[in-house]
């Protein structure tokens, strides 16, 4: 049944439970358990990444940063670190100085904590500011076409909306970091505007992790399979608590109504591999 195949992936998710040790909580086998797994994970981010993963409202996004603090704003970008196992092909790449594997996530993320772009799959020894030379997100930034062309005048200068990062990140026309070093008054003033506004992507990560402690443990999946969990993990949450809203807004609770459409993809979920699914009620 799709909804056991379903329940199978959000354990997974929402523990840091072994795949075996899901398995034998479902009465499957480990090899089934990480077939099903990545079948569920990428129907999810074919059917829900492009629903959640957008812009929204920019006039709302731009407003509420500049309660904040920080006029013309569209987005705040950092990286997260999350812990895997040692990979197969190039171990030594993803390992840090205390002998920990970690891969990157890097988002921009809104004012209310919603990730507007992700990138996930890079080792933790790339520095974040070449992961985000290597990014779609880069180019249509410095295209000017990711944001709508939308500027205010400071001094004499005209600022098209801008993203804010840490000190690793370049200084662009559209992306501000905080000053470093000897710093006066003004900017002092500046950093603290722009910290303020930073913390949005700090509790963003945290949410996320909270949501799923399987992002605190060590992944225990090929490291090619990786990006597809994160991917997955930001894209179900976020669509649920939409629907959960949607249905509070509206006075009825609908939660049984969200299938993620799977009774209609069910054909994509059982793509490739199916061997061991057979007569366990998985067909």
Request: proline letters at 4%; a positive charge; hydrophobic letters at 40%.
């Amino acid at each position: 049944m799709v909804e056991k195949q379903v329940a199978i992936a959000i354990w997974k998710l929402a523990t840091p439970d072994s795949c075996r040790w899901v398995a034998n909580q479902f009465g499957v086998g480990k090899s089934t358990t990480g077939i099903v797994l990545m079948q569920v994970y990428r129907a999810i981010n074919r059917i829900l990444l492009r629903r959640t993963v957008t812009l929204g409202n920019m006039h709302d996004t731009v407003a509420g940063f500049a309660q904040m603090g920080f006029p013309n704003c569209g987005g705040v970008i950092d990286g997260m670190h999350i812990p895997i196992l040692a990979p197969a092909h190039l171990a030594c790449e993803y390992v840090n100085q205390k002998g920990y594997f970690l891969m990157v996530l890097q988002a921009l993320v809104g004012h209310h904590g919603r990730f507007t772009d992700i990138k996930a799959g890079w080792s933790e020894k790339v520095h974040d500011a070449c992961i985000f030379w290597n990014t779609g997100l880069f180019r249509k930034l410095q295209d000017g076409t990711f944001f709508p062309d939308q500027k205010i005048t400071v001094g004499e200068v005209k600022m098209p909306i801008v993203i804010l990062g840490d000190p690793t990140y370049p200084l662009m026309l559209w992306l501000m970091k905080p000053y470093t070093g000897s710093l006066d008054s003004t900017k002092e003033w500046f950093n603290n505007r722009l910290s303020r506004c930073r913390i949005t992507v700090e509790c963003a990560f945290g949410r996320l992790k909270g949501n799923w402690r399987s992002l605190y443990g060590k992944l225990d999946l090929a490291d090619d399979s990786i990006p597809a969990v994160i991917s997955a993990c930001y894209t179900s949450i976020t669509f649920v608590k939409g629907r959960v809203k949607d249905s509070l807004r509206h006075g009825t609770w609908r939660f049984n109504t969200w299938r993620l459409n799977l009774n209609s993809q069910r054909a994509g979920l059982l793509e490739g591999p199916s061997a061991g699914l057979q007569g366990l009620g998985m067909p």
